[in-house]
């Protein structure tokens, strides 16, 4: 069975300072790593795919990259838009649904 | 595109009542997910339709859940009996092909069962 674990549940930072999310997985054959934004009241956003060991993908203040065992999270200069819960979630080789983590909340302050 | 759309945004109802979830998924999306979210549990998968066909129910709680896919862009949640339990957030969302295609979600509806 897919786990996900994601660490800290919790983030509180001030504007400007850069931190990462961590999201640790197992899973028999990895076919996509997935991060999602969601905001209250609202469904989960997609935010990138990662698909093998070593990729990384940007957008704006955002980058996320993957290991053999974990992915990050980078968030470089946070603003307060940007507070949010964000998702990990990973398909296998089954070609099971998204198994998701619990998420971070991120709380970034003027 | 509108996106996938939920009725209702919320539901209450009491112990013992049937409730109906609806969703329209993305045209042109060929997969069709159920999600709850609790803060107990965060997201938990339900059923995964393909083509309108369930391909995984192993995360239906049990008889009282029931989904269904008439055609390519409607499907229903029902639970009857519905339990205080149940309460929660169902999520529908659908993609373009499978679960390694991104997930577009709707807006979910909050179901209070007393």
């Known amino acids: 069975e897919d786990q996900v674990t994601q660490s800290p549940e919790a983030l509180r930072l001030q504007e400007g300072e850069s931190s990462s999310l961590n999201c640790s997985y197992t899973?028999?054959?990895?076919?996509?790593l997935f991060w999602y934004r969601q905001d209250p009241g609202k469904g989960p956003e997609f935010l990138f795919t990662?698909?093998?060991a070593g990729e990384e993908k940007e957008k704006e203040r955002l980058k996320a990259t993957l290991t053999k065992k974990e992915s990050f999270l980078h968030i470089t200069a946070p603003k307060p838009e940007d507070s949010a819960t964000y998702l990990c979630?990973?398909?296998?080789?089954?070609?099971?649904?998204?198994?998701f983590g619990s998420g971070t909340r991120l709380q970034v302050q003027p | 595109d509108a996106g996938v759309i939920q009725s209702p945004r919320h539901e209450v109802t009491e112990m013992g009542q049937e409730v109906t979830l609806r969703c329209k998924p993305i045209?042109?999306?060929?997969?069709l997910f159920w999600y709850r979210q609790t803060m107990m549990r965060g997201l938990e998968l339900l059923i995964y339709f393909n083509n309108n066909v369930p391909i995984d129910d192993s995360g239906m709680p049990e008889d009282r859940f029931s989904a269904k896919m008439p055609n390519a862009s409607f499907s229903t949640l029902k639970i009857q009996p519905s339990e205080p339990r149940d309460s929660a957030v169902y999520f529908c969302a659908s993609s373009l092909a499978g679960p390694t295609s991104p997930l577009h979600f709707g807006n979910g509806t909050r179901l209070t069962v007393t």
């Open positions: 979630a990973v398909t296998d080789t089954g070609r099971r649904a998204l198994t």
């Open positions: 899973v028999s054959g990895l076919r996509g």
């Open positions: 990662l698909y093998s």
């Open positions: 045209s042109g999306h060929n997969s």
